[in-house]
């Protein structure tokens, strides 16, 4: 097992713990301190270093069950105003429907760039740092290539699994896990709800743009150029 490996598994631990002996984190972002020592090591930890330069992370708690049912998914309000141009942009490049983008970063991120979770993925699509590199995204804090990558993994999980439920457990908690389970939605609470909260979202994504755009066509209809006969 790599160090690096070691390290991120000794994060989700910690994470885990601390969503489980705090009922009032849980429901809310943790704040986790980061800081490297002399050998190169990262530690993280619940409590600020004395005397040592750090950095803090804000995560939320997925593993806790009090933080997936904090929030109703069918009434939470939509985003519709942020990274339209990105999302639209990767959304043809990938032939992707830009409301499943829009509902994958909503649950991923709620549409925060700097978002990092506790098992380390980052960004608005919440990309883990061996899809960083597979979808050459340098930058994942970065929205128009966050976007692009996740539109990109999404686009090939879509390619890979027919369905909707699986390419979204796929997304969630990986095609290895999706494998070894028949190619179904694993037996996870996490990714069951993930599936559920993403479906939701993207019906309510799709219904809101298709208003939106009826709203523009009509607009352009009443507004349009008078011909003379």
Known sequence: MTLQRQIHILFLAATIFIC?????????????????????????????????SYSILNIRCPECAVWRNSVNWKT??????????????????HE????????????????KP?????????????????TQKTYQVSNPYNPAQNINGGAAYLRHLKNTYSSIDVYLAAYNSGE???????RTIPPFPETQEYVRRVKI???RYQRSLATVSTQRNQTHIN???VVDP
């Open 20 to 52: 489980s002996t705090s009922v009032t984190f849980a429901a809310k972002n943790l704040k986790v301190y980061k800081h490297v020592d002399k050998n190169g090591i990262i530690h993280y930890s619940s409590k600020k270093p004395a005397g040592k």
């Open 76 to 93: 939470t309000p939509l985003i519709l105003d942020k990274f339209t141009s990105e999302i639209n942009t990767a959304a043809k490049k």
């Open 96 to 111: 992707l429907n830009p409301a499943l983008l829009k509902a994958v970063i909503h649950a991923e991120s709620a549409f």
């Open 114 to 130: 700097r978002a990092v979770s506790s098992a380390g993925a980052q960004g608005l699509m919440q990309l883990m740092p061996m």
């Open 176 to 182: 290895t896990a999706v494998e070894k389970y028949g």
């Open 201 to 203: 979202l993207y019906s």
């Open 223 to 225: 507004t349009g150029p």
